[in-house]
C-alpha cells in the first residue's frame, strides 16, 4: 500500500543522505522524496511516498525515528490529510492545437505560465491522480518535458506535525 | 581557560573519564598527537593497524562496560576502522571513534588521504559527525559519548578537520556536564499495561522459555534477569551475546541456542508456548528458518529498541524499554500475581527438557590421541576457575569456546557475534587486559583468524599486557571446511593455507613465549604453565584434530526441531580429509 511519511528533521548537512541510505541499505523504495526547510530554520520537512506492506512500513517508521536527526515524523495514510503536487509541462504547440491546450489546461485548473511562438509551459497543482489523468489527456508526441515535484502533504483539522 | 582545539579534544576526554585512547597517529590528527603527548592524564596506547585500534577500544568497552575511545588519522587510517566499528556496530557495543579529516578549504577536493569518512560510516555508526567550528567541539564530544552510551549503544564517528585542531586559534574551554538533543530521548521505563499483559501470559504458561541476549549485558541486568527467572523457576537460554548473563553451571540453564545451540535449548524453543524474549533480537543465527520458528510460542519482547521488536518476528507482547528496569517491575508484578504458575504443567515440561538432555549433545570423544578442540576449551575452564575473560575470534573456535567454557558472570565472554570479524579476539584482549591487569584474559582463535590481526602481538609487548593466546591449530578454516563438507561434498575450496607460519618462532620474535603442543596429555600442564607465567604474554600453538567439526548444527533452511547431531561418537578422527 502507498505511503506518504512527513518527517520533521534538523536542518543540517547529511541529514537527507541518512533518510535516503537507510532506504537503499534495508532495501525499502522510495517513490519520490520532496524537502524544504520549514518556518523554523533549524528544521527541515520532508515528505517521503513509499509503498510496502503494514510490516515493512512499521519497520520503516520505527528506523526512521532511530535516526539522530529525525525530530519526529507522522505517516499521513494513517489520517484525513491533503495532498498536493507540483507539475511544469512543456508542450509544442502547433497554430492549429494552440487552443486546444489551452482549454484543456483549463479544464483540469492548469495555467499556462510561458509562452513561446511553438511551446507552452503549463503549471499545474493537485493530487497526483489528477496530474497523471491531465498528462494522459494531452497528445504525448506534444510534450517536450515534464517536471514533477513529487507529492507533499499535510494533516487535516488541529492535529499537526511541529515540536 | 582558552585551549586550541587540539587541546580541547584531549581535555574533553579527560573531563569525560576516559582513562585510554587507542590509536594510530598521521597528518590530519599530527596537532591532536602534539596535545596528547604534552599531557599524562590520557594514556594513547598505539597499536599496529587501525583495525586493532577499534577492536582494542570494542574488548575494553565490552568489559568494563564503559565506551571505547580510538583515534586515528584521516583517508587509509579512517578506513582501516571501519571493518571495527561494524563491528561495534552490529553488538551494540559504545565506541567513540575520533578520525582526522583533511583541512575545511580542502574538503571535497581529493586531498591527499581524504575520504568522505561521514559518508563512508553512515551505515555502521549509530551517529556521526563533522566538526565544522572549533567552538562546537566540547558539546560535540560530549554529544557523542551522550549517544554512543544511552539508549541502544553503538559506536559514534567524530570526524575533525586538521584546520579545527590547529594550535594558533584558541577558544574559551568548558566540558558540558550533560547534553540534550532534541530529536533523541531513548525509552527507558516500560509501558505498564504491556508489563502487566506480559506477566499473566508468562505466568499462565505451561512450557515457558526465557530467552535472553546480549541486552541484558549491555544493560547490567544480569542480577535481576536471575532473581527473574528463579522466582519462576522456568528454563533459561542464553544467546551467543547473552553468555554469562545468567550463569551456565545453574540448573535453570539449558544451553545456548540457536545454529551451535545445545539440543534442549532448541527444542524447547520449538516445543514452547510462551518465550520471553529479554535484550536479544531473534538475530536469523538464532531463528534458523523464520516459517518454522517456534510455531507453538506467544512470544513476549523486551528490547530498548523498538525497531528490533517484530523486525523478523512478529511478538504477542512488545516491551519498549531498558531491561533492568522492565525485570524489577515485572518481579514486582510476579510476586503479588493472583496468578499461580501451573506446577504440574511446569514438572512435565522439566521432565521433557531432562530427557533432551540426557542425549548429551555437547559429549565429544574423549579418547581420541589427538587433541579435541572441546578439550582444550574444558581444561581452560578449569584452569582458569571458571573466571577469565575470554575473547575470541570466529570460526569454529569461537563456538566451541562458547560451548564448552561455562561463563557465569556477564562481560567475560567477549567476541564478534553480529558481523563475525576474524582478527577481533588479539586486539580486543589486549583492551581487555589494560582494563583489567589483574584478571586472568585468554584468546581463544585459530591459526587462520590469528593471522589478521597478528601484528597486534606487537602492541602486547609495548604495553606489557600479559594474555595468552590459545590457537587452535587444525590447519583449515574450520568453520568453512565443515560448510564445505556438509554442504559443497568436501570440496575443500581455499579453506585451508599450503603455508602457515611457525607461530612459536613468530611470538618469539615478537618477544613473547611460544608453545607448541600437539597430545592431549599436554594440554593441561601447559595451560597451568602459562597461566602460571603472569607477567608473559604466551602463545599457543595447540594442534588439534583437523576434522573436528561443530555440533550440534541447524542448517540453512531448517527449524529448531531439526538438528544435525554428532553421528557417532568417536568415529570422526577415521575420515580422510583432502
Known amino acids: ?13 547529511g541529514a537527507l543522505s541518512r533518510v535516503a541510505g537507510l532506504f537503499s541499505a534495508r532495501g525499502y523504495n522510495i ?4 524537502v524544504a526547510p520549514t518556518e523554523d530554520p533549524s528544521l527541515s520537512r520532508m515528505t517521503l511516498v513509499t509503498r510496502g506492506n503494514d510490516d515493512i512500513i512499521e519497520q520503516i517508521t520505527k528506523q526512521l525515528n532511530k535516526l539522530i536527526d529525525v525530530v519526529k515524523l507522522i505517516d499521513l495514510a494513517d489520517s484525513f490529510h491533503i495532498e498536493r503536487e507540483l507539475l511544469m509541462v512543456k508542450v509544442k504547440t502547433s497554430p492549429e492545437m494552440r487552443d486546444e491546450i489551452r482549454s484543456m489546461a483549463d479544464i483540469f485548473r492548469g495555467k499556462i505560465i510561458d509562452v513561446t511562438p511553438t511551446t507552452y509551459i ?22 517536450i518535458e515534464a517536471v514533477r515535484s513529487g507529492p507533499t502533504g499535510i494533516s487535516r483539522g488541529e492535529l499537526g506535525l511541529h515540536l | 581557560m582558552e585551549l586550541n582545539g587540539a587541546q580541547i579534544v584531549v581535555q574533553s576526554l579527560i573531563d569525560e573519564g576516559v582513562e585510554y585512547i587507542f590509536g594510530y597517529p598521521g597528518g590530519a590528527v599530527l596537532h591532536l598527537y602534539d596535545a596528547i603527548f604534552q599531557q599524562e592524564e590520557l594514556k594513547h596506547i598505539l ?19 564503559k565506551p571505547g575511545v580510538v583515534l586515528v588519522t584521516s583517508g587509509p587510517g579512517a578506513t582501516n576502522a571501519i571493518t571495527g566499528i561494524a563491528t561495534a556496530y552490529l553488538d551494540s557495543i559504545p565506541l567513540v571513534v575520533i578520525s582526522g579529516q583533511v583541512s575545511l578549504p580542502v574538503i571535497g577536493s581529493d586531498a591527499f588521504q581524504e575520504v568522505d569518512m561521514v559518508g563512508i560510516t553512515r551505515p555502521c555508526v549509530k551517529h556521526n559527525f563533522l566538526v565544522k567550528d572549533v567552538t562546537k567541539l566540547a558539546e560535540t564530544i560530549k554529544k557523542a559519548f551522550y549517544v554512543a552510551t544511552t539508549g541502544r549503544p553503538g559506536p559514534v564517528v567524530i570526524d575533525i578537520p586538521k584546520d579545527i585542531t590547529a594550535p594558533n586559534i584558541k577558544v574559551p574551554y568548558s566540558y558540558p556536564d550533560s547534553v540534550s538533543i532534541r530529536s533523541y530521548n531513548p525509552v527507558v521505563t516500560g509501558h505498564k499495561g504491556q508489563i502487566k499483559k506480559a506477566v499473566d501470559l508468562l505466568l499462565s504458561a505451561k512450557r515457558p522459555i526465557i530467552y535472553s541476549g546480549g541486552g541484558v549485558v549491555l544493560g547490567e541486568a544480569s542480577e535481576q534477569l536471575i532473581e527473574f527467572t528463579r522466582a519462576l523457576g522456568y528454563p533459561i537460554t542464553n544467546t551467543l551475546m547473552g553468555l554469562g548473563s545468567y550463569p551456565a553451571t545453574d540448573n535453570q540453564y539449558v544451553g545456548m541456542l540457536g545454529m551451535h545451540g545445545t539440543y534442549e535449548a532448541n527444542m524447547a524453543m520449538h516445543e514452547s508456548d510462551v518465550i520471553i524474549a529479554i535484550g536479544a533480537r531473534f538475530d536469523d543465527r538464532v531463528t534458523g528458518k523464520l516459517d518454522l520458528f517456534c510455531p507453538h510460542a506467544k512470544i513476549i519482547h523486551i528490547d530498548i529498541d523498538p525497531a528490533s521488536i517484530s523486525k523478523t518476528v512478529r511478538v504477542a507482547i512488545p516491551i519498549v524499554g531498558d531491561v533492568k528496569p522492565v525485570l524489577e517491575q515485572m518481579l514486582e508484578l510476579i510476586k503479588v500475581s493472583s496468578i499461580k504458575i501451573d506446577a504440574n504443567a511446569l514438572a512435565d515440561w522439566w521432565k521433557q527438557i531432562s530427557e533432551w538432555q540426557s542425549i548429551n549433545c555437547l559429549e565429544f570423544d574423549r579418547s581420541s590421541p589427538l587433541i579435541k578442540p572441546q578439550y582444550v576449551i574444558e581444561q581452560l575452564h578449569e584452569v582458569t576457575k571458571g573466571d577469565a575473560y575470554v575473547t575470541s575470534d570466529v570460526g569454529q573456535h569461537q563456538m566451541w569456546a562458547a560451548q564448552y567454557y561455562k561463563f557465569n558472570k556477564p562481560r567475560r565472554w567477549i567476541n564478534s557475534g553480529g558481523l563475525g570479524t576474524m582478527g577481533f579476539g588479539l586486539p580486543s584482549a589486549i583492551g ?17 583468524s590469528i593471522q589478521m590481526c597478528i601484528q597486534e602481538l606487537s602492541t602486547a609487548l609495548q604495553y606489557k599486557t600479559p594474555i595468552k593466546i590459545l590457537n587452535l591449530n587444525n590447519r583449515y578454516m574450520g568453520m568453512v571446511r565443515q560448510w564445505q563438507e556438509f554442504s559443497y561434498e568436501s570440496r575443500y575450496s581455499h579453506s585451508y593455507m599450503d603455508t602457515i607460519p611457525e607461530f612459536v618462532k613468530l611470538a618469539e620474535a615478537y618477544g613473547h613465549v611460544g608453545l607448541r603442543i600437539d597430545k592431549p596429555e599436554e594440554v593441561r600442564p601447559t595451560l597451568e604453565a602459562a597461566f602460571a607465567m603472569k607477567d608473559r604474554t604466551v602463545f599457543i600453538d595447540i594442534m588439534t584434530d583437523r576434522t573436528e567439526n561443530v555440533y550440534p548444527m541447524i542448517e540453512a533452511g531448517k527449524g529448531h526441531h531439526d538438528m544435525k547431531l554428532r553421528v557417532a561418537i568417536g568415529t570422526s578422527t577415521d575420515r580422510e580429509l583432502a
Open chain 2, 47 to 65: 597499536v599496529r593497524h587501525e583495525q586493532g585500534a577499534t577492536h582494542a577500544a570494542d574488548g575494553y568497552a565490552r568489559a568494563t562496560g
Open chain 1, 1 to 13: 500500500m502507498r505511503h506518504i511519511i512527513s518527517i520533521l528533521m534538523e536542518n543540517e548537512s
Open chain 2, 432 to 448: 581487555v587486559k589494560l582494563a583489567f591487569p589483574e584478571a586472568d584474559v585468554a584468546c581463544v582463535t585459530g591459526e587462520a
Open chain 1, 31 to 34: 517513490e519520490s522524496l520532496t
Open chain 1, 122 to 143: 503549463i503549471e499545474m497543482t493537485g493530487p497526483s491522480e489528477k496530474l497523471d489523468a491531465f498528462i494522459a489527456a494531452i497528445d504525448p508526441e506534444s510534450i
